[in-house]
């Protein structure tokens, strides 16, 4: 199975709520990354957080990490038509393999 | 802008060809990376580069091969398609140090097998 795997599979929100995803994970990591992905698109990468580091702000993103459950959020705040993608999860383990969740399909309802 | 380009936004091959994918990245980096993005599987790694001719698999090589013979161009080659290699490809590149981290990727290629 996926080391990183996200949750929920969908999401669908009110433009200006606030948008929040779980990822999982099921070894020890050297870090953690979101990544978000238009439709039919490439990868963006959104954030990166550190195992010993527990929050990360940039912009409208906060991401936490909880490496005692083996667990990551992102929450966007304010949500935006343009927030519409699906998000991803990676985690880098400590053999140095990057391992990516199934991801999260995000929709922002006008 | 930093930029990964892929020669193409779509194809469609019949089974037996042999297929070219093209990425070409402007950023100077490294390590260059190809993975095939499948619905509800996340993606997966096909194989990787670090250094010019130099080529590692990844966790699902077979039917693949790769050819690096500039830094800036990393070749996906499909040697008789199938069917099964239908998928979306991507490509991506990083910086040296830290391989993993904060990957750049092209728009991606959907590649059908007929």
């Known amino acids: 199975s996926q080391q990183g795997e996200e949750d929920p599979q969908a999401l669908s929100i009110q433009e200006g709520e606030n948008a929040t995803m779980n990822c999982s994970y099921k070894?020890?990591?050297?870090?953690l990354q979101w990544y978000r992905q238009n439709s039919g698109r490439g990868l963006v990468h959104l954030i990166l957080?550190?195992?010993n580091e527990r929050e990360k702000h940039s912009g409208r993103l906060r991401v936490t990490l909880d490496t005692s459950k083996k667990s990551s959020s992102l929450l966007i705040t304010a949500s935006r038509a343009a927030d519409t993608a699906s998000y991803f999860c990676a985690t880098e383990d400590s053999n140095y393999q990057l391992i990516w969740g199934a991801g999260t399909k995000l929709i922002i309802k006008p | 802008d930093v930029k990964v380009t892929q020669s193409s936004r779509y194809l469609v091959k019949r089974t037996g060809e042999k297929v070219f994918l093209e990425c070409v990245q402007d950023m100077d980096h490294e390590n260059m990376f190809w993975y095939r993005q499948d619905p509800g599987l996340g993606l997966r790694l096909i194989y990787f580069?670090?250094?010019?001719?130099?080529?590692e698999k990844g966790d699902i090589p077979e039917g693949y091969s790769v050819s690096r013979e500039k830094k800036e161009r990393f070749s996906l080659i499909l040697e008789s398609a199938s069917t099964n290699q239908t998928s979306m490809y991507l490509c991506?590149?990083?910086?040296?140090?830290?391989?993993?981290?904060?990957?750049?990727f092209g728009s991606g290629t959907q590649l059908s097998v007929l």
């Open positions: 957080i550190r195992s």
């Open positions: 580069s670090y250094d010019v001719k130099m080529k």
């Open positions: 070894t020890s990591i050297n870090n």
């Open positions: 991506a590149s990083s910086s040296s140090g830290q391989p993993n981290e904060k990957l750049f």
